[in-house]
């Protein structure tokens, strides 16, 4: 197999942390988010190999990735449920003394992902796609291939949820 564009490995390792959020917030926390990611940049790299060069490569990257993860959470929800006594290792690292602070945003973080989680498919993905992409309501509508009220409608009705769920203010810099 040849090696990757660089200009597109280079596009998917930029936006690495906001798709494993994206794979997170479909699967929940503990995520195979590497083996997932990696599937995922097959399947574009593949595509991209084979000419497909989309006008947003970056939400088309996303809208891939949120495919694959919905894929495997279908995959999951057919296989029985094993429970294990691991704790849970996707932790966020603190750089805080306090054990009790490093704790709180634990808390904080998961019920952040819960609250995400919580949200309708349609909703997620504009979400993700416009905080975790940071892209523009342009770019989400057109990844999505819906009208650009819709999108709007979407995130709106998400922070909405969002801020219920999570009992924050009215910015939209208390969910980020």
Not at 8 to 34: K, Y
Request: aromatic share 6%.
């Amino acid at each position: 197999m040849a090696p990757a564009d660089p200009n597109f490995a280079d596009l998917f390792q930029a936006h690495r942390a906001g798709l494993a959020g994206a794979v997170r917030s479909v699967l929940g926390p503990t995520a195979d988010v590497t083996e997932l990611l990696q599937e995922a940049f097959l399947k574009c790299w593949r595509n991209w190999q084979q000419g497909t060069r989309p006008n947003d490569p970056v939400a088309w990257v996303f809208v891939v990735v949120w495919n694959v993860a919905i894929d495997a959470r279908r995959r999951r929800q057919r296989q029985p449920v094993h429970e294990t006594l691991d704790e849970e290792t996707n932790v966020v690292p603190s750089t805080l003394s306090s054990p009790s602070h490093a704790l709180e945003q634990r808390e904080a973080v998961a019920r952040a992902q819960a609250a995400v989680a919580g949200l309708s498919d349609p909703e997620q993905q504009v979400f993700l796609l416009r905080v975790g992409g940071e892209l523009t309501f342009e770019a989400v509508a057109c990844a999505l291939a819906i009208p650009i009220g819709t999108a709007k409608t979407r995130m709106r009705t998400a922070l909405q949820k969002l801020r219920q769920t999570l009992g924050v203010g009215n910015r939209v810099e208390d969910l980020r």
